[in-house]
């Protein structure tokens, strides 16, 4: 990979999020592996999650606790890099008003913002990188996650990289843009409408043709897998990290495991 | 109207498994969407006049009292009435009184939101007045005694096949055997039922997309051009209007309509744009000889100064409705009340309270495509969120959410904790779902899984894996 040697090295707290760590570790290490490549000296900090699911269920003082976390325990890193547009958005667009009665946190949380990146786009408008070292021979198709998209512009970062990628094609999802249907406690909060949602896009992402589905929010990942699979339909569902870091050997989200 | 927004999930449910109400949602996306698109990207500075519309509206109701007192000074001085109505009740009483006084039987009506919620159909019905709905799409479902399900497609929840089974059967004095497959035929045959009411009604009332403090004007903009015949073919014009529709100048209209229609129907402009003051002058060759305007609050002064200030910017353009996923899916009748989709989710807890209208905000996904298509730039997920915190600051959150949020939280604000838990959880699921890489059914996760599978977790957390490989000091 092409790590831009012009650009100083720096310090990335890697915000894991609480569906990669336990669903889906291997995107996680992508994560290292993609931002090392970056030239980025990766760290851990103990965490859990961004508070989101309290959040939007309208409990701001739960969301608090859980945020005061996040803002302590990556206090001193240059950026804070997560695999997901929806927990980078929750730290980039949402700490700085969940906290606006608090004016000292509220700054600690405007500083925390500034520094909080979605990891695709951190690689390629923080990091300028323009290639990868990778492979993967097949079509994919790509769905576009909603906080990324519209809170965060996420939309060609992941198409610049993925244009590197030796043996990739890519069949552009009609409707990309739309919402899957997860959208946290919605989709069990309102399975029905969840699960029309879903299955039209699961009906777009089989219209393609394509054998592989990325994205770039295990949530959403999560739900179209869950929902291919129940339909039946062939095609393997994977983090666009691991595609990227040329991680994609393993079995993808849903899928029998090794051994 | 009587709400049923409590009902939400079990209105969503059926609208689900309504095969026709499918098919005639099918147009949303097709249709609206991408007019919507094209018109925009026909427009450079479309970014720009949303900046402007937004800085128009916020600057009106900031300084909201002083606009109405000059639109009102200049209605009167038109020779207009204002009638101040803080309720629904004042608002209808008002209407009554302005009706009889002239001893009016009919009223002709061009399409009205306020109407609906003032649910003045009914009540006029009530006290011997016939109420003529002239918009097609609201004569269609007035026919059919069912309410708007979409706030400038009033019937878009039918397809062709309904309205022409609706007209074979109200029409019942036209022949039986008369071609109505097009919509062309379909559309003459409403007009030609409609013209006899245009000329025979005492009455003619209109909403207003504007009201113009520097003339005081209203102004109303129309595909068919049946506001027109309703406001000047009889006697008396009301228009009924809510006080967030003030504008300082003609200009500042003129700017927000450009945005307006196109973020509605795609089009450049409305086909008609109609501009009234007061009644009719000698000079003036046709008009109404009296001009009310009944102005309504009904709970939205109450929401100046709150996080829900911004929410009486809308423009009732529809675009957040056209472009909402959840909308789409379900339809408007499943929000139970007026206003439907992601405004209806913020507006209508705000007019109805949020223990009836509880549901509506909760109902998104906060995917935020309806603030990304407002012009108005309006914050609608924001102010859905800021409704579930009052739902919770009020205790009326379900009991399971707020537990399980609380536990939760509680595990999330440990993180040595957490991970113990996330360690134990992913690791027996993580064995358990192996084989087949997924769960068809979990205990406890039915939401999830009686219509999806659960992806089994790879095993072992990203944490402890990554805490083993430090220790191995491998990278
Ligand atoms: S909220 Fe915005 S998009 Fe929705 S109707 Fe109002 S102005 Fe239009």
Redesign the pocket.
């Known amino acids: 990979m092409d790590a831009p040697a012009s650009r100083p090295t720096c310090r990335v707290g890697l915000f894991v999020t609480c569906l990669v760590d336990f669903f889906r570790p291997t995107v996680g290490f992508a994560a290292v592996k993609l931002l090392e490549a970056a030239g980025c000296t990766v760290i851990v900090p103990p965490q859990t999650c961004c508070g989101q699911p309290a959040y939007n269920s309208g409990d701001r003082a739960a969301a608090r606790r859980v945020a005061r976390g996040v803002l302590d325990a990556f206090a001193d890193v240059d950026y804070v890099v997560a695999p997901s547009g929806s927990c980078a958005g929750m730290l980039r667009e949402h700490y700085p008003e969940l906290f606006a009665d608090e004016p000292e946190v509220a700054l600690a949380a405007q500083r925390l913002a500034k520094r909080s990146w979605e990891l695709v786009s951190f690689l390629v408008d923080v990091r300028g990188m323009t290639r990868v070292d990778a492979r993967f021979a097949g079509t994919v198709t790509y769905h576009d996650s909603c906080s990324g998209l519209r809170e965060l512009g996420v939309k060609e970062q992941p198409r610049t990289l993925l244009a590197g990628v030796q043996g990739l094609s890519l069949a552009e999802l009609p409707g990309a843009e739309i919402c899957c249907g997860f959208g946290g406690t919605f989709c069990v909060k309102y399975p029905a409408i969840s699960d029309r949602m879903v299955t039209d896009k699961a009906e777009d992402v089989r219209a393609t043709g394509a054998g592989t589905l990325l994205a770039g929010d295990m949530g959403c990942l999560l739900n179209i897998a869950g929902k291919l699979s129940r339909l039946g339909a062939p095609v393997a569902v994977r983090h666009v990290a691991e595609v990227l870091a040329d991680m994609a050997d393993g079995p993808p989200i849903g899928a029998p495991g090794r051994g | 109207m009587q709400a049923t927004s409590r009902a939400f999930k079990e209105n969503a449910g059926a609208a689900l498994n309504d095969p026709r109400l499918q098919r005639a949602l099918g147009n949303l996306r097709t249709g609206f969407q991408e007019r919507r698109r094209a018109a925009v990207a026909g427009l450079p500075e479309f970014e720009r006049l949303r900046d402007e519309g937004r800085a128009i509206k916020d600057h009106t109701l900031a300084n909201l009292d002083w606009y109405l007192e000059r639109w009102e000074a200049n209605v009167r001085a038109a020779g207009g009435h204002v009638h101040w109505c803080r309720t629904a009740a004042e608002a209808r009483d008002a209407i009554l009184g302005i009706c009889r006084a002239v001893g009016a039987r009919s009223m002709t009506k061009g399409k009205s939101m306020i109407a609906e919620e003032i649910a003045l159909n009914g009540f006029l019905a009530e006290h011997g007045i016939e109420p003529v709905e002239t918009d097609l799409g609201e004569y269609i479902i007035q026919l059919r005694d069912e309410p708007p399900s979409h706030?400038i497609a009033p019937a878009i929840h039918l397809t062709r096949d309904d309205v022409e089974a609706t007209f074979r059967e109200h029409h019942d004095e036209l022949p039986a055997g008369r071609p109505l497959a097009e919509p062309r035929q379909l559309t003459d045959e409403a007009r030609a039922m409609l013209r006899r009411k245009f000329l025979a009604a005492d009455v003619g009332l209109t909403g207003a997309n504007f009201l113009v403090a520097e003339t005081g004007s209203s102004i109303i903009v129309t595909n068919e051009g049946n506001g027109d015949l309703t406001q000047t073919l009889p006697k008396v014009h009301i228009v009924l209007a809510s006080l967030e529709k003030v504008v300082p100048t003609l200009e500042d209209a003129a700017t927000i309509l450009r945005l307006l229609a196109r973020?509605?129907t795609g089009q450049e402009f409305s086909s008609y744009t109609t501009i009234s003051t007061g009644p009719r002058r000698p000079e003036d060759l046709d008009g109404p000889e009296q001009y009310h305007v009944v102005l309504l609050d009904n709970g939205r002064s109450a929401m100046l100064g709150t996080e829900f200030q911004d929410?009486l910017?809308?423009?009732?353009?529809?675009?957040?409705?056209n472009h909402c996923p959840v909308y789409s899916a379900v339809g408007g009748h499943a929000y139970g009340w007026v206003y439907p989709?992601?405004?209806g989710a913020?507006l209508t807890p705000g007019l109805i309270g949020v223990e009836e209208a509880g549901h509506l905000p909760n109902a998104s996904t906060f995917c935020g495509r309806?603030e990304s298509?407002?012009?108005?730039k309006?914050p609608?997920p924001k102010m859905m969120r800021h409704w579930r915190e009052r739902q919770v600051e009020r205790g009326l959150a379900p009991a399971v959410a707020r537990w399980g949020i609380g536990l939760w939280a509680f595990l999330a604000a440990r993180p040595a904790l957490y991970g113990l838990a996330a360690r134990l959880g992913a690791g027996l699921l993580g064995r358990l779902g192996r084989r087949r890489g997924r769960f068809g059914s979990l205990p406890l996760a039915g939401g999830w899984t009686d219509v999806r599978d659960l992806p089994a977790p790879e095993g072992g957390t990203f944490r402890d894996r990554w805490a083993a490989r430090r220790r191995q000091g491998g990278r």
């Open positions: 706030i973020s509605a929410m910017r809308c423009i009732r353009c529809s675009a957040c409705l989709g992601p405004m913020v309806c298509v407002c012009p108005m309006i609608l």
